[in-house]
């Protein structure tokens, strides 16, 4: 996949191990240009960090549920790129408390901080990146298979990521005029450090790896590979899609 000569804006890297970096390597590898947000100065130095030889165009704070944050990034992208061609969002976010235990004690503002942050905040980027997009483009976002199924120790998150794609579906509808496509890669478990919050990890890992066709976890860079292929024009067809990567689990009946 060649992305010389293509634009775009990168949300939830956090350090070398997160789903985001690794896709934004395989498009700045093949050309792309991107620029990157960082949550907040706690994260920014490790963010940067992983940036490193990536060449990235630019990296600027962008808190997700902040419309003045979020305008101010924007217009940062504007006068860098004046037009883009992808979005990647990746950002999810539960109170550790919520991760485990009984679905029924999350409290209303824990509900409302997953549901906020890991979906709704998918809208205002797609609102604003589609100013951008002029000639068309490509925007993703990562769910997981727990919007569909019970996964014990996932909890409120499950919730979000249901909510989240179908905002996908919604967006997709609403943007296919302009030529905007809005897709989902639904990724199997992998090690990241939001991962380390969700109870039963390991476990959840191993139930992949023995039950799946393929008997095998899958990778980073296989997720950043399919995430490529849907930034890309390749997948010129495809919008409104919940993919996944998840080693054929997804299929099972166990």
């Known amino acids: 996949m060649d992305f010389k000569g293509k634009k775009g804006l990168v949300f939830g890297v956090a350090n070398h191990r997160s789903i985001a970096y690794h896709i934004a390597k395989v498009l700045s590898d093949n050309g792309a240009e991107i620029g990157y947000s960082f949550q907040n100065d706690r994260v920014k ?4 960090k992983s940036l490193e030889g990536t060449n990235p165009k630019f990296l600027l704070e ?11 990034f924007f217009q940062k992208a504007s006068q860098e790129f004046k037009e883009i061609d992808f979005l990647v969002h990746s950002v ?3 109170e550790r408390e919520d991760l485990g235990g009984d679905f029924s004690n ?8 997953a549901l906020e942050t890991s979906a709704y905040s998918l809208i205002p980027l797609v609102k604003h990146g589609a100013k951008l997009m002029k000639n068309g483009g490509s925007i993703i976002t990562l769910s997981f298979e727990a919007s569909q199924k019970v996964y014990p120790g996932y909890n409120i998150m499950g919730t979000a990521k249901a909510a989240l794609e179908n905002c996908v579906k919604q967006l997709a509808n609403e943007y296919g005029k302009n030529n905007i496509r809005v897709n989902a890669i639904s990724a199997g478990p992998l090690p990241t450090l939001a991962a380390r919050s969700i109870n039963g990890f390991n476990e959840m890992r191993k139930a992949h790896s023995e039950r799946s066709p393929l008997k095998r976890n899958i990778t980073h860079e296989e997720v950043a590979n399919a995430s490529s292929f849907m930034l890309s024009d390749l997948s010129s067809g495809i919008t409104g899609a919940i993919i996944p990567v998840d080693s054929g689990y997804g299929i099972m009946g166990l």
């Open 45 to 48: 130095d490790s963010v940067s």
């Open 92 to 94: 999810a976010y539960a």
């Open 62 to 72: 962008c808190n997700v549920l902040d419309e003045e944050s979020i305008n101010e």
């Open 106 to 113: 999350v409290t209303k503002k824990g509900f409302s901080t």
